[in-house]
């Protein structure tokens, strides 16, 4: 029920709220309370992880918004859900009608045990929602609300509101907050953000660096590789039972949040009893605490320590004395709850005279192996051969250490800081003493020690959990295993031979690699995200993946578009001039066995129509009918740039005239009137037009002046400054530019009838002078800015008769940085 109470979370907005003092049902602020109220701002700069959940049967949006408070804290939401907890069908009626509700979900009580109220999760619309009531709101609902807050967008903001607004009312309701997972592959946890030193070793809250946990490192267990290669494997959903048999239970964030509590002594609390006790080296008020965090405290929460079972584990958690029949009922009651691993951090030394007493609970540790269940203990913290012998006439070993050496029970030792040597404190014993790992550990907080920060603690009692952890990886690895399988992978992986006592430690990472088999590799796309647009084909697109094979062989990466087939091979491929539309793009990745998994992503290639302009003629200017007539235009196509020459196309009264940017209408080829001149421009697919309407009159008496066209370069062309003049220290480019004058007495104009000019940034113009009598003239423009210089390049052409034309077009010369 404590779980239960705390997942419907009569106001869970309240976990960035701190509180001080009392909190709860609160009157109205009097002006007398010395808290400043709480405040909360839409602010789109707080991005939530995704933009929305998967949607339920009817496929509506389920929008996800982030809150974030000032102390660095950020959680996310379902922005127009709310989940109310009432039996009441009037109360879910008036939630309804208030938000313009609908019903989307429903979880029957019994599922979760019974006991609690129906739990029905409502789709609302928060639009009427006034955040101006939310501070008052929540500080009706916690007297300690407080802080600036901010919501990734105004329906998430709302939703708060309207959520504060029904909790006022006395309504039980909650907001749909969404957990995040935690990303193992980055080879990256967020633990306690603090902890102690041990030796030389500072705390890093980065479990895979932790001696424990790492590869390479002298004890090199990898914990920590284990995971990744766990979920690499799509493995991290197979649940693992875990219990733990012990006294000193309290939970907190180093639990698995899916847990069972039984207590086996009458009349004593489960959770909450402190040890009733104590232990061999003196109090250990909260024992189980410690020993949970060491085999399943979840890893990358940001809070204590990270257990190996903490991906995977459910706990089981049975509050049990230390004697042998009320063990032999602990053992009992962990298999009645369904555990897999069990462990027992404890143990007693039996003169072997009496060893025939443990004979009944080793027969219970014995039949629970043989029943399916691995049952892990501590060797002890005497520092002593639990194989020693007696020796008179002939040897017998001289005392039974239970359970460690009962029938069914691996028994763990424990091995010094960051080294495969035995701790000096740990037992040990070669027949006795199945595998070692580490006597000292960072584990999470305690009644005694609460604050976020990981304290270390040491001896064997932590050594076995740690082992069971390893073992409940193994079992999530491969689920079809039986115990003894899983028991032969721990063993046959291990690590060998770290001294003269330790003759085996554990290796966790060897061990999942071993259960896996040879399992299909990991694949995920990392980049584009999922529905991202790119304008047009000229955009170069970065396809990413992460790919991992079980056996650390990077595998062979596949992609492909099911629209343009195979794109390239890689971890990260770039790609341009996809098609047009939609792709489902795929990334296979095929390991050397044959076997591959795929990973796919939706990526749009937008195609925007072109832009088209007419510079020459000049809408409703005048043509003579025996002049030529000059056609200057631009198309620009904004997804891939300037469009080639062969893609404009000019017409007149709708007749093909000519193609490309620039050309001309001979003269005495219109007939007089209005003419109507239309350039159309195509990217292959989308095309526009522009169009003027030029009126063609009879020519003037005497002569009649040439027309100017410009062949090269192109309107707005731009050219890279890339040539250095040290003396003018300046970049320049060379151009080649190319025009001709056409006149109806005297034909093409070329050579000295034509002049080039030009002006840089709006200056004067300067004289180039003339082109070959035929070609093309190179002249040299200079950067006079140290980003780009704007030209504007002017050719006049002059007939015999002294009559002029003119013609100017627009280019610039950008730097080279």
């Known amino acids: 029920m404590r779980q239960q109470r705390r997942a419907l979370a009569l106001w869970t907005v309240a976990a960035l709220l701190p509180a001080c003092g009392t909190s709860g049902g609160g009157g109205a602020d009097t002006g007398e309370d010395p808290l400043p109220l709480p405040s909360f701002t839409a602010d789109p700069s707080v991005v939530p992880p995704a933009a929305e959940l998967p949607g339920f049967e009817d496929g509506a949006a389920r929008p996800v918004a982030a809150l974030a408070d000032d102390k660095g804290h950020q959680a996310e939401f379902v922005a127009n859900e709310l989940w109310l907890s009432s039996d009441d069908g009037a109360v879910l009626a008036a939630l309804l009608e208030r938000w313009n509700g609908e019903v989307v979900s429903e979880i029957d009580p019994a599922s979760l045990g019974g006991g609690l109220p129906r739990q029905v999760l409502v789709r609302i619309d928060p639009s009427d929602a006034d955040p101006a009531r939310l501070a008052q709101d929540l500080r009706s609902l916690d007297a300690g609300a407080?802080?600036?807050?901010?919501?990734?967008?105004?329906?998430?903001?709302?939703?708060?509101?309207?959520?504060?607004?029904?909790?006022?009312?006395?309504?039980?309701?909650?907001?749909?907050?969404?957990?995040?997972?935690?990303?193992?592959?980055?080879?990256?946890?967020?633990?306690?953000?603090?902890?102690?030193?041990?030796?030389?070793?500072?705390?890093?809250?980065?479990?895979?660096?932790?001696?424990?946990?790492?590869?390479?490192?002298?004890?090199?267990?990898g914990v920590a590789e284990a995971w990744r290669m766990l979920e690499s494997a799509g493995k991290l959903g197979n649940r693992v039972r875990v219990a733990v048999l012990d006294m000193g239970f309290q939970p907190n964030g180093d639990f698995p949040v899916s847990r069972t509590a039984v207590s086996n002594v009458p009349f004593v609390a489960a959770i909450g009893t402190s040890n009733l006790i104590g232990c061999g080296g003196g109090p250990c008020p909260w024992h189980g605490t410690n020993v949970v965090s060491s085999a399943m405290a979840p890893a990358d929460d940001g809070f204590g320590a990270a257990g190996p079972a903490g991906p995977i584990a459910d706990a089981v958690l049975v509050f049990t004395l230390y004697d042998f029949f009320t063990s032999i009922a602990a053992v009992a009651e962990a298999r009645a709850a369904g555990a897999r691993v069990m462990n027992m951090s404890y143990g007693a030394a039996v003169p072997a005279g009496f060893s025939w007493s443990v004979l009944p609970f080793e027969a219970a540790t014995a039949l629970v192996r043989a029943s399916g269940s691995l049952l892990f203990a501590a060797a002890g913290n005497d520092g002593a051969d639990v194989d020693s012998e007696d020796c008179f006439v002939f040897c017998w070993e001289d005392t039974l250490y239970t359970p460690c050496e009962n029938a069914g029970v691996t028994c763990i030792g424990g091995m010094a800081w960051d080294?495969?040597?035995?701790?000096?404190?740990?037992?040990?014993?070669?027949?006795?003493?199945?595998?070692?790992?580490?006597?000292?550990?960072?584990?999470g907080?305690?009644?005694?020690?609460?604050?976020?920060?990981?304290?270390?603690?040491?001896?064997?009692?932590?050594?076995?959990?740690?082992?069971?952890?390893?073992?409940?990886?193994?079992?999530?690895?491969?689920?079809?295993?039986?115990?003894?399988?899983?028991?032969?992978?721990?063993?046959?992986?291990?690590?060998?031979?770290?001294?003269?006592?330790?003759?085996?430690?554990i290796d966790a990472r060897a061990a999942v690699v071993a259960a896996l088999g040879d399992a299909p590799p990991f694949v995920r796309i990392v980049l584009p995200a999922d529905g991202a647009s790119f304008p047009g084909r000229s955009t170069s697109i970065v396809f990413r993946a992460d790919a991992e094979d079980v056996g650390d062989v990077t595998p062979t990466l596949t992609w492909r578009s099911d629209r343009d087939g195979v794109l390239g091979t890689g971890i990260e491929i770039g790609r341009t001039n996809l098609s047009y539309g939609t792709h489902r793009v795929t990334a296979t990745a095929a390991d050397r066995s044959g076997h591959s998994s795929s990973d796919e992503v939706t990526v749009v290639v937008v195609n925007n129509p072109p832009a088209v302009e007419v510079l020459e003629p000049v809408d409703g200017s005048d043509a003579y009918a025996s002049s030529a007539v000059s056609l200057v235009g631009t198309g620009y196509d904004p997804n891939d740039g300037t469009l080639p020459p062969s893609r404009l196309q000019w017409f007149v009264d709708g007749s093909p005239a000519a193609t490309g940017n620039a050309a001309f209408l001979a003269g005495g080829t219109l007939a007089l009137g209005d003419r109507t001149i239309e350039l159309r421009a195509s990217d292959g697919e989308l095309s526009a037009s522009d169009s003027v309407v030029i009126q063609v009159v009879a020519d003037p008496p005497g002569n009649v002046p040439p027309t100017v066209v410009i062949d090269s370069p192109p309107e707005g062309y731009r050219y890279l400054g890339d040539q250095w003049d040290a003396a003018a220290s300046r970049y320049y480019a060379n151009a080649s530019i190319c025009g001709r004058g056409i006149d109806p007495e005297d034909g093409d104009l070329l050579g000295d009838s034509l002049v080039?000019?030009?002006?840089?940034?709006?200056?004067?113009?300067?004289?180039?002078?003339?082109?070959p009598a035929m070609g093309c003239l190179t002249v040299r423009l200079d950067q006079y800015d140290i980003y780009e210089s704007y030209w504007t390049l002017r050719l006049v052409a002059t007939d015999s008769a002294g009559d002029t034309g003119q013609a100017e077009l627009h280019v610039s010369v950008y730097g080279v940085f």
Not at 159 to 178: D, S, Y
């Open 146 to 221: 407080r802080g600036a807050h901010r919501v990734s967008s105004e329906a998430g903001l709302r939703l708060l509101a309207a959520a504060a607004r029904e909790a006022a009312r006395g309504i039980l309701i909650g907001v749909n907050w969404v957990g995040r997972g935690a990303d193992l592959r980055a080879r990256r946890t967020a633990e306690a953000p603090a902890g102690a030193s041990w030796g030389a070793t500072a705390y890093d809250p980065n479990a895979f660096a932790w001696p424990s946990h790492s590869t390479g490192s002298p004890q090199d267990i």
């Open 419 to 443: 080294s495969p040597r035995s701790d000096s404190g740990s037992n040990w014993g070669h027949g006795g003493v199945s595998l070692f790992a580490p006597f000292t550990q960072w584990v």
């Open 445 to 505: 907080p305690d009644p005694v020690a609460p604050a976020n920060t990981a304290q270390v603690v040491s001896g064997t009692s932590f050594s076995s959990p740690f082992a069971a952890g390893v073992a409940a990886l193994v079992w999530a690895a491969n689920p079809s295993l039986s115990a003894g399988q899983v028991a032969d992978i721990l063993v046959r992986t291990a690590h060998t031979r770290g001294d003269s006592r330790v003759d085996r430690w």
């Open 756 to 771: 080039w000019s030009g002006s840089a940034d709006g200056g004067e113009f300067v004289s180039f002078g003339s082109p």
